[in-house]
């Protein structure tokens, strides 16, 4: 690597493989804002939702129409609503909390990824990224649709809306473009096929700024940290790089509407650039110089102090950790399956991997226990050794000695009602409800292996079972059922006496000339055995089912 390793326990991001989970085939995830709920789609068309507390899943969105594999899934700034993309070219919004479907628009090319407008409580548009067009916003509520410019003539020549409707003009192919909205939603930064970062007013659909890429190769990923403060790329030049955004918070376009009115350029490409060596810095590069791999699915972590990237090789699941000073701080590598997506948890340092074969692994930190740190003066000793007590150290301390405790003001008014504001959350809108956690919805119970077992004896009569593994050995060791001093009673009887776990044996089905031979015992129950003549001094007679000449005897009791 071109980085030298630092010492890894300088940082606080996660080792190990803690668990995974397992519910279908999925290949996108997201979490919420909040890190509670984590969204993951599936490739039959279903949206499974975890309660990423519990390791439990709360909800199952599922739309009939819709059976098409999963390409995105976006939260809501406040988790109320979640925006799938399908393979099938359809966006659908749903409310996560009623699982109903709020809105379902059918596009004309496939989209890769979807992002909802994140100044809203409840977005109704959203960033469509398509595979062979430009970004587009769309209205989720109409279905009008808005391509934005990505291209440098469209840009020269000044380039005008596009009419707002469901078909537009598809003669004009694009290479596969990333797109996503600022922290505030009132820009788009699109990375274009010639290398280029575009700064898109997606409510005018004008370029308002232009940033040139070194090398000029695809971008296929624009991602900015939590608070919007930086921005990286991923490139087809096998490099990841950090840029930090000039621009304010808020109110970014007005900033750059004046920059655009300071620079007094006659070509407005030109001026476009100008603009945007204001509004971007680049401070590292990322890349793996050795193997030269391709990066997939890059992020931030919460904080915005790591710079994850996945390996895109197949049979390898690696995911890189960068510090956002360009220092590689550690490779986890995971089972021998390709991986697929990426999310790293917006409070803990945890980060959620999908796999190839649809398994969600969380890697998490690989804590060690400290014992000093709940005592200051403990002392761990890695072996015995011998301790010599002091003369005064067992001694009784006069009260009068003892150190006064501190000065406790009990009559203060403790404030029970001011809630503070976390930091990593420092925009939300406390008039906004901001959905967390959903409900836990019982599920039917599982019927258990005993009702099985019922099912499968009362069956027996009806087939022919002896050639199960149970009826076949007990053939071979000569014995018949456990039920060999009783004769064979009505299933319905005897389930309840056969049903008993694991332990559970078949009985084995008498021939048709033992049952007839049970029949007539039942009516004549006393008779003299021919083989000794001594009357029988039980009532319950033993049927061989295994007899040819249906020989029966007493149970061997006197």
């Keep these: 690597m071109e980085a030298p390793i630092i010492d890894p326990l300088q940082g606080d991001f996660p080792e190990v493989i803690e668990e995974y989970l397992e519910h279908g085939i999925m290949k996108c995830l997201a979490f919420n804002r909040r890190g509670t ?124 809306p596009l ?14 473009c990333n797109a996503c909205f600022n922290k505030h939603g009132d820009l788009v930064y699109a990375g274009t096929s010639k290398g280029e970062i575009l700064i ?21 990923n624009v991602v900015f940290s939590r608070n919007g403060q930086y921005m990286l790329t991923n490139s087809n030049d096998r490099m990841i790089r950090i840029y930090k955004n000039l621009l304010p918070p808020k109110d970014g376009l007005k900033m750059l509407d004046e920059l655009n009115e300071g620079f007094n350029e006659p070509d407005d490409v030109e001026k476009l650039k100008a603009v945007g060596s204001k509004c971007l810095e680049l401070l590292h590069e990322f890349q793996d110089s050795i193997t030269r791999v391709q990066w997939k699915a890059p992020c931030f972590s919460g904080d915005g ?8 090789s197949r ?46 692994y ?50 203060d008014e403790v404030d029970v009602l001011t809630v503070e504001r976390d930091s990593a959350f420092s925009d939300s809108d406390m008039s906004q409800e901001e959905l967390c956690f959903l409900p836990a919805v019982p599920c039917l119970d599982v019927p258990e292996q005993q009702d099985k077992c019922v099912s499968s004896c009362s069956k027996l009569p009806d087939g022919n079972h002896s050639g199960s593994p149970l009826s076949v050995e007990a053939g071979q060791n000569g014995n018949v059922s456990n ?42 129950p006393m008779k003299p055995l021919k083989s000794s003549g001594r009357l029988s001094k039980t009532n319950k007679p033993v049927i061989d089912p295994d007899s040819s000449n249906g020989v029966y005897g007493d149970d061997g009791s006197d």
């Design 483 to 524: 039920h060999n001093s009783s004769p064979p009673e009505p299933m319905e009887n005897s389930t309840a006496e056969d049903t008993d776990g694991a332990r559970l044996k078949r009985k084995r089905k008498p021939s048709e000339k033992g049952l007839e031979l049970q029949a007539v015992k039942v009516k004549r």
């Design 362 to 411: 969380i890697w998490a930190k690989d804590y060690t226990e400290n014992w000093s740190a709940f005592a200051p003066d403990f002392k761990e000793l890695e072996e015995n050794e011998e301790y010599v007590e002091r003369e005064d150290e067992f001694d009784l301390v006069p009260e009068t000695e003892k150190v006064k405790e501190p000065d406790v003001h009990e009559d």
């Design 163 to 176: 009419p707002r409707n469901k078909t537009s003009d598809t003669s004009v192919t694009y290479s596969p």
């Design 37 to 160: 709920l984590l969204a993951a789609g599936c490739t039959d068309g279903s949206c499974i939702i975890w309660d990423f507390e519990t390791r439990g899943v709360t909800k199952e969105l599922r739309d009939n129409e819709c059976t098409a594999a999963i390409t995105s899934v976006c939260w809501s700034k406040y988790g109320h609503r979640l925006l799938v993309s399908a393979s099938d070219k359809s966006l659908i919004l749903w409310d996560v909390l009623s699982g109903e479907k709020i809105a379902h628009t059918t596009l004309q090319h496939t989209v890769l990824q979807a992002h909802l407008h994140p100044g809203s409580s409840t977005p109704s548009i959203c960033l469509a990224c398509p595979f062979s067009s430009a970004p587009m916003i769309v209205d989720l509520n109409t279905g009008n649709t808005t391509a934005l410019p990505v291209l440098t003539a469209d840009v020269s020549n000044g380039i005008a």
């Design 315 to 360: 049979g390898e699941h690696k995911i890189y950790i960068w510090d956002r000073a360009g220092h590689l701080v550690k490779i986890l590598e995971g089972p021998k399956e390709a991986l697929m997506d990426l999310a790293w948890h917006p409070v803990h340092p945890i980060i959620v991997s999908v796999s190839l074969t649809g398994l969600v």
């Design 200 to 220: 898109i007013d997606h409510k005018n659909v004008r370029v308002c700024a232009i940033i040139l890429v070194s090398g000029g190769a695809v971008i296929k």
């Design 305 to 312: 102090e790591w710079v994850i990237g996945g390996a895109a």
